[in-house]
């Protein structure tokens, strides 16, 4: 045998092996459900995979619209949620994890052009800061939105949720630190905004039966991760998926996961892989 095609043959069983190993643990999401996809920064550059040019996100927004999808806002995505209305493939839900500055510069005009709602996940221990939480690297110094800021885009028809307080790893606390975490930011969110909280985005996507059970009991309605450890075919409340978009990520790769195309789960291996990564943030910072 050729050394082309031992390579071959290697290659062609790990890609098996690695499909078998998806299909067996995760496999397909429920096919009517609404897709609901996840982004960070949307700014020029930052040293990171979590962002995305301005000029791409608006490409990006135009090209689903293309393709027939329907953007809904939090209460519409909560009724299909809760059974008080159908859903279908054709619709997303857009939310933002961590709340920076930069969504009301870049993305709130690009979506508020088109008549598109979307759900902002607010650290509250962050608002006017700088992202201190991230790892200390250059090109990555961000500011959250401040108060005013956030009023600004409630009052623009934006929706917001809770990132915890600190953005921790809420699987490595205690019982009682993982209830602060949830607890006191959702209450101070429902007082600075003036409206009930209803929905919680993990910290690194990361969740845990311990955590999602904190979820409930602090009174959240929805709560998100991004590919979460469940079955793809059990739609959980607490354990949301969700599909992150990163700097690599283009409009044909973003078509393929929302569509549940046939490479659909190399992107969702690769999504895992990817906040995998971002997960080992709180203990290099540690």
């Known amino acids: 045998m050729s050394l082309f095609l031992l390579i071959l043959s290697v290659l062609s069983f790990f890609i098996l092996l690695s499909y078998l190993f998806w299909k067996t643990r995760w496999g397909l ?47 519409d995505f909560l009724a299909v949620l809760e059974g008080k ?23 709130a005009p690009v979506l508020k052009k088109r008549g598109i709602s979307a759900l902002i996940f607010i650290i509250t221990s962050y608002t006017g800061k700088y992202n201190d939480w991230e790892l200390n690297l250059p ?28 953005h921790r790893d809420l699987t490595g606390l205690g019982k ?24 919680l985005s993990y910290p690194f996507g990361k969740v845990n039966s311990g955590v999602s059970e904190a979820a ?38 973003l078509r393929n996961r929302l569509s549940y195309g046939k490479l659909f789960w190399v992107e969702d291996l690769k999504g895992r892989f990817i906040n995998g990564v971002s997960a080992l943030t709180p203990l290099i910072k540690r």
């Open 85 to 107: 209305r159908a859903g279908n493939r054709k619709e997303i839900l857009l939310t933002f994890d961590d709340g920076y500055r930069e969504f009301l510069l870049n993305a």
């Open 139 to 166: 090109w990555r110094r961000f500011k959250h939105l401040s108060w005013d800021e956030i009023k600004e885009l409630s009052g623009m028809g934006f929706s917001f949720g809770s990132h915890s307080m600190s």
């Open 216 to 253: 409930r009991r602090a009174g959240y309605r929805a709560a998100f991760s991004i590919c979460p450890p469940s079955s793809g075919s059990r739609i959980d409340p607490f354990a949301l998926r969700r599909e992150g978009v990163y700097v690599i990520d283009n409009i044909f790769s």
């Open 29 to 75: 999401p429920p096919d009517d459900f609404p897709r609901v996809l996840a982004y960070h920064k949307v700014t020029d550059f930052e040293l990171g995979g979590t962002w995305i040019s301005p000029a791409r996100f608006a490409s990006q927004i135009d090209r689903l619209l293309d393709l027939g999808f329907n953007f809904l806002d939090e209460d």
């Open 176 to 199: 009682e630190e993982l209830r602060d975490e949830l607890t006191f930011s959702k209450r101070v969110l429902d007082k600075k905004i003036g409206e009930e909280i209803k929905s």
